[in-house]
């Protein structure tokens, strides 16, 4: 079974950074895109950035030049480096993977339990 565990969401002030952290867990997968998504409450779950098994990388518009996602293969993780927050980044942030399950053969997407990201202004 993979597992997603998601670490270094908190509270920071506005103009701040923080640097989230995404571990896949677990044996027998490969792990395909990554990406983070956030949501806030009576909202819709919305992309923030991915990055595929090669590097390429895609960022919502909001987030471009202030956010920088990166991936570390041989560990299963991938981070978000965010800088310059501003009270609108306030969410919860939540860790995606797309892994192929090699026993099974399958393909299937993980999601983590979630970081609370809290920007004051």
């Known amino acids: 079974q993979v597992q997603l565990v998601e670490s270094g969401g908190g509270l920071v002030q506005a103009g701040g950074s923080l640097r989230l952290s995404c571990v896949a867990s677990?044996?027998?997968?490969?792990?395909?895109?990554m990406g983070w998504y956030r949501q806030t409450p009576g909202k819709l779950r919305e992309l923030v950035a991915v990055i595929t098994a090669t590097g390429s990388t895609n960022y919502a518009d909001s987030v471009k030049g202030r956010f920088t996602i990166s991936r570390d293969n041989a560990k299963n993780t991938v981070y978000l480096q965010m800088n310059s927050l501003k009270p609108d980044d306030t969410a919860v942030y939540y860790c995606n993977a797309d892994v192929f399950l090699i026993l099974q053969n399958s393909r299937s997407a993980y999601w983590g339990q979630g970081t609370q990201v809290t920007v004051s202004s």
């Open positions: 677990g044996g027998g997968f490969a792990v395909y895109g």
